[in-house]
């Protein structure tokens, strides 16, 4: 079974950056049938889907986000991690990972999410 | 890139049907059949339930049901039941950004 771990330090200050990392376990971070997402979800509002990288690196951004953006990805650890800087309370949420299909693009398998309130 | 837009909430008595509409353009919902759709109860995330316009995951009830038809996708849900309560959310790719992009979502109410 597929599971996804979102792990960040759950407050960040305003003007710093927010890092999370995502472990993928049960399945290869590895392979070419999949991509790996970040999405948020602001209290009490909808999904924003935020990014997502493949395993080779190649990456894809929300347009809104991208300037302050960067996702990578560690196959060794079986990792993809976010970094978004410059945040501010606008950028408090719970944030999920969550494992992409290529080329058919859907969501299975998600992570159990991870609040992050920034706030000085 | 904007939201798909869903209308706020739908309600229904248990055993009847409720359909949830999702509405795009033609760069995403008109254009490909990459609609998905997720149910969210709260503090939960959210769990695939149709992917590809029609198709269920295995597991899923079949009384979760997707179409679509130009711009618009639509979810129902027949024989409505008190666990159905929850928000509902549409996905599709979209070819003006390749980016996936989400709907604006919808909550069901079973009353």
């Known amino acids: 079974q597929v599971q996804l771990q979102e792990s960040g330090p759950g407050l960040v200050k305003p003007s710093q950056t927010l890092s999370l990392t995502c472990t993928v376990s049960?399945?290869?971070?590895?392979?070419?049938?999949?991509?790996w997402n970040w999405i948020r979800q602001r209290p009490g509002k909808g999904l924003e889907w935020i990014g997502y990288i493949y395993h080779t690196g190649n990456t894809y951004y929300n347009p809104a986000l991208k300037s302050r953006l960067t996702i990578s990805i560690d196959t060794s650890k079986s990792q993809f991690s976010l970094k978004l800087g410059s945040v501010t309370a606008a950028d408090t949420a719970v944030y999920y990972c969550a494992r992409g299909w290529s080329g058919i693009h859907f969501f299975d398998y998600w992570g159990q999410g991870t609040l992050i309130n920034v706030s000085s | 890139q904007s939201a798909l837009s869903q209308p706020a909430s739908v309600s229904g008595s248990p055993g009847q049907s409720i359909t949830i509409s999702c509405t795009g353009s033609s760069s995403d919902v008109g254009r490909f059949n990459l609609v998905s759709w997720y149910q969210q109860h709260p503090g939960k995330a959210p769990k695939l339930i149709i992917f590809d316009v029609s198709n269920r995951p295995s597991g899923v009830s079949n009384r979760f049901s997707g179409s679509k038809s130009g711009n618009t996708a639509s979810l129902t849900i027949s024989g409505l039941q008190a666990e159905d309560e929850a928000d509902y959310y549409c996905?599709?790719?979209?070819?003006?950004?390749?980016?996936?992009?989400f709907g604006s979502g919808t909550k069901v109410t079973v009353l």
């Open positions: 049960g399945g290869s971070i590895s392979s070419a049938n999949y991509y």
């Open positions: 996905s599709s790719y979209t070819a003006s950004s390749t980016v996936d992009i």
